[in-house]
Protein backbone atom coordinates (compact mmCIF):
# COMPACT_ATOMS: atom_id res chain seq x y z
CA UNK A 1 0.00 0.00 0.00
CA UNK A 2 2.77 2.55 0.89
CA UNK A 3 4.24 1.82 -2.60
CA UNK A 4 1.42 2.46 -4.45
CA UNK A 5 0.51 5.60 -2.64
CA UNK A 6 3.47 7.09 -4.11
CA UNK A 7 2.56 5.62 -7.64
CA UNK A 8 -1.30 6.84 -7.35
CA UNK A 9 0.91 10.53 -6.39
CA UNK A 10 2.67 10.59 -9.46
CA UNK A 11 -0.44 9.53 -11.48
CA UNK A 12 -2.25 12.24 -10.18
CA UNK A 13 0.49 15.01 -10.53
CA UNK A 14 0.72 13.66 -14.36
CA UNK A 15 -3.08 13.86 -14.81
CA UNK A 16 -3.10 17.32 -13.29
CA UNK A 17 -0.10 18.57 -15.48
CA UNK A 18 -0.94 17.18 -19.06
CA UNK A 19 -4.77 16.37 -18.80
CA UNK A 20 -5.86 19.57 -16.86
CA UNK A 21 -8.54 20.15 -19.20
CA UNK A 22 -9.76 17.21 -18.43
CA UNK A 23 -11.26 17.06 -14.77
CA UNK A 24 -13.02 13.53 -15.08
CA UNK A 25 -9.76 12.19 -15.34
CA UNK A 26 -8.11 13.96 -12.54
CA UNK A 27 -11.60 13.27 -10.08
CA UNK A 28 -10.60 9.53 -10.75
CA UNK A 29 -7.06 9.64 -9.90
CA UNK A 30 -8.03 11.88 -6.73
CA UNK A 31 -10.35 8.95 -5.78
CA UNK A 32 -7.94 6.26 -6.85
CA UNK A 33 -6.02 8.33 -4.40
CA UNK A 34 -8.19 8.76 -1.53
CA UNK A 35 -9.12 5.19 -1.50
CA UNK A 36 -5.24 4.46 -0.74
CA UNK A 37 -5.01 6.69 1.90
CA UNK A 38 -8.04 4.81 3.43
CA UNK A 39 -6.90 1.89 3.08
CA UNK A 40 -3.38 3.27 5.19
CA UNK A 41 -5.10 4.40 8.10
CA UNK A 42 -5.04 8.05 6.94
CA UNK A 43 -8.68 8.69 7.12
CA UNK A 44 -8.49 12.66 7.88
CA UNK A 45 -5.99 12.85 4.50
CA UNK A 46 -9.12 10.54 2.74
CA UNK A 47 -12.16 12.61 4.12
CA UNK A 48 -10.84 15.86 3.03
CA UNK A 49 -9.87 14.43 -0.75
CA UNK A 50 -13.25 12.63 -0.63
CA UNK A 51 -15.29 16.33 0.52
CA UNK A 52 -13.29 17.72 -2.71
CA UNK A 53 -14.06 15.41 -4.67
CA UNK A 54 -17.85 15.24 -4.16
CA UNK A 55 -17.86 19.21 -4.55
CA UNK A 56 -16.30 19.41 -7.48
CA UNK A 57 -18.74 16.47 -9.18
CA UNK A 58 -21.63 18.06 -7.88
CA UNK A 59 -20.82 21.57 -9.12
CA UNK A 60 -19.61 19.54 -13.01
CA UNK A 61 -22.30 16.93 -13.23
CA UNK A 62 -25.38 18.00 -10.70
CA UNK A 63 -26.34 16.12 -8.22
CA UNK A 64 -28.59 13.29 -9.66
CA UNK A 65 -25.27 12.22 -11.82
CA UNK A 66 -24.49 8.58 -11.63
CA UNK A 67 -20.66 9.74 -10.47
CA UNK A 68 -22.00 12.48 -8.41
CA UNK A 69 -23.71 9.83 -6.21
CA UNK A 70 -21.33 7.20 -5.88
CA UNK A 71 -18.88 10.67 -4.67
CA UNK A 72 -21.56 11.20 -1.97
CA UNK A 73 -21.39 7.33 -1.05
CA UNK A 74 -17.71 7.50 -0.81
CA UNK A 75 -18.18 10.93 1.27
CA UNK A 76 -20.52 9.56 3.13
CA UNK A 77 -18.89 6.26 4.04
CA UNK A 78 -15.77 8.18 5.17
CA UNK A 79 -17.73 10.34 7.41
CA UNK A 80 -19.07 7.68 8.99
CA UNK A 81 -16.20 6.63 11.25
CA UNK A 82 -16.59 10.48 13.01
CA UNK A 83 -18.83 12.74 11.88
CA UNK A 84 -21.91 9.85 11.29
CA UNK A 85 -24.62 12.89 11.62
CA UNK A 86 -23.21 15.17 8.60
CA UNK A 87 -22.69 11.59 6.45
CA UNK A 88 -26.69 10.93 7.48
CA UNK A 89 -27.78 14.54 6.28
CA UNK A 90 -25.56 13.51 3.07
CA UNK A 91 -27.22 11.09 2.06
CA UNK A 92 -30.67 12.31 3.29
CA UNK A 93 -29.94 14.62 0.32
CA UNK A 94 -28.68 12.26 -2.21
CA UNK A 95 -30.99 9.54 -1.98
CA UNK A 96 -33.84 10.55 -3.68
CA UNK A 97 -32.06 12.08 -6.15
CA UNK A 98 -30.43 8.48 -6.47
CA UNK A 99 -33.92 6.67 -6.83
CA UNK A 100 -35.05 9.09 -9.60
CA UNK A 101 -31.95 9.13 -11.72
CA UNK A 102 -30.97 5.22 -11.11
CA UNK A 103 -33.39 3.78 -9.73
CA UNK A 104 -34.58 1.78 -6.86
CA UNK A 105 -32.84 -1.56 -7.51
CA UNK A 106 -29.46 0.25 -9.47
CA UNK A 107 -26.44 -0.95 -7.31
CA UNK A 108 -25.54 2.86 -6.77
CA UNK A 109 -28.97 3.48 -5.05
CA UNK A 110 -29.07 0.09 -3.10
CA UNK A 111 -25.46 0.79 -1.43
CA UNK A 112 -26.60 4.43 -0.80
CA UNK A 113 -29.56 2.50 1.46
CA UNK A 114 -27.28 0.06 2.92
CA UNK A 115 -24.68 3.13 4.20
CA UNK A 116 -27.96 5.61 4.80
CA UNK A 117 -29.32 2.59 7.31
CA UNK A 118 -26.52 2.21 8.56
CA UNK A 119 -25.67 5.39 9.67
CA UNK A 120 -29.35 5.98 11.01
CA UNK A 121 -28.80 2.85 13.35
CA UNK A 122 -25.72 4.37 14.79
CA UNK A 123 -27.08 7.83 15.61
CA UNK A 124 -30.79 6.65 16.47
CA UNK A 125 -31.66 8.80 19.70
CA UNK A 126 -35.34 6.45 19.36
CA UNK A 127 -36.73 3.09 18.96
CA UNK A 128 -38.62 4.20 16.31
CA UNK A 129 -35.77 5.71 14.09
CA UNK A 130 -34.12 2.21 14.46
CA UNK A 131 -37.19 0.62 13.54
CA UNK A 132 -37.34 3.01 9.98
CA UNK A 133 -33.61 1.73 9.63
CA UNK A 134 -34.55 -1.71 10.19
CA UNK A 135 -37.77 -1.68 7.61
CA UNK A 136 -35.54 0.09 4.69
CA UNK A 137 -33.10 -2.69 5.46
CA UNK A 138 -35.83 -5.48 5.39
CA UNK A 139 -37.67 -3.66 2.00
CA UNK A 140 -34.18 -3.48 0.24
CA UNK A 141 -32.77 -7.21 1.57
CA UNK A 142 -35.48 -9.07 -0.68
CA UNK A 143 -34.96 -6.48 -3.89
CA UNK A 144 -30.95 -6.78 -3.49
CA UNK A 145 -32.06 -10.93 -3.44
CA UNK A 146 -34.24 -10.46 -6.37
CA UNK A 147 -31.79 -8.08 -8.77
CA UNK A 148 -28.12 -9.92 -7.73
CA UNK A 149 -29.04 -13.36 -6.44
CA UNK A 150 -28.57 -14.83 -3.23
CA UNK A 151 -24.05 -14.98 -3.62
CA UNK A 152 -24.08 -11.62 -3.87
CA UNK A 153 -21.68 -9.76 -1.65
CA UNK A 154 -23.81 -6.60 -1.43
CA UNK A 155 -26.88 -9.58 0.08
CA UNK A 156 -24.34 -10.47 2.96
CA UNK A 157 -23.73 -6.94 3.81
CA UNK A 158 -27.55 -6.15 3.91
CA UNK A 159 -28.11 -9.33 5.91
CA UNK A 160 -25.29 -7.90 8.61
CA UNK A 161 -26.53 -4.85 9.02
CA UNK A 162 -30.17 -6.31 9.50
CA UNK A 163 -28.30 -8.30 12.28
CA UNK A 164 -26.65 -5.78 13.93
CA UNK A 165 -29.74 -3.53 14.23
CA UNK A 166 -31.80 -6.41 15.47
CA UNK A 167 -29.32 -6.83 18.19
CA UNK A 168 -29.57 -3.07 18.99
CA UNK A 169 -33.44 -3.06 19.19
CA UNK A 170 -33.00 -5.94 21.35
CA UNK A 171 -30.88 -3.43 23.79
CA UNK A 172 -33.07 -0.39 22.99
CA UNK A 173 -35.66 0.27 25.85
CA UNK A 174 -39.13 0.18 24.25
CA UNK A 175 -40.36 3.38 25.24
CA UNK A 176 -37.36 5.17 24.33
Not at 12 to 22: E, F, G, P, T
Not at 73 to 80: Q, V
Not at 92 to 109: F, N, V, Y
Amino acid sequence: PEEALSVLEANLALRQRYWSHDEGTILVAQNNLANCLRSLDRYDEALLLRRAIYRKRRALNGSADEATIVAAINLADSLARSHASEGLALLRRTLPDARRSLGESHDSTLRLVGIFADLVSKCAASRDELLEADALVQKHTETVRRVFGCGHPLLQDFQGLSARIRTRLVSFPAGA
